[in-house]
C-alpha cells in the first residue's frame, strides 16, 4: 500500500531532524572550548571602554612613605 502525502513528509521531517542534529554534534566537537586556560577566558577593559584580551599596564604606585619617615624621624630625633 502506497505511503501518503502526510507520512512522506513527515518522514522528509525526521530524516531532515537527523542531518541537523548530526551537524550540531560535529561542530560541538570541533568548537570544543572546555579545554582553555582561565587566562584565555579573561577579557579586560581598556581606558576608552573597549574590551581587549591583553592586560592592561600597571604603574608604578609613587612611595610616599619615604617622607613621611623623613618628618617623624625629624620630629622626633
Do not use: C
Not at 542534529?21 to 577566558?41: A, F, I, Q
Not at 584580551?53 to 619617615?69: A, F, L
Request: net charge positive; aromatic share 6%.
Amino acid at each position: 500500500m502506497p505511503d501518503s502525502f502526510t507520512k512522506k513528509e513527515n518522514i522528509k521531517k525526521k530524516i531532515k531532524k537527523k542531518k541537523d542534529k548530526e551537524l550540531k554534534r560535529e561542530d560541538r566537537k570541533t568548537n570544543n572550548n572546555k579545554g582553555k586556560s582561565l587566562e584565555d577566558m579573561f577579557v579586560y577593559v581598556d581606558k576608552n571602554g573597549q574590551l581587549t584580551s591583553t592586560p592592561p599596564v600597571q604603574k608604578q604606585p609613587e612611595v610616599k612613605n619615604e617622607k613621611r619617615s623623613d618628618a617623624f624621624n625629624k620630629k622626633y630625633k
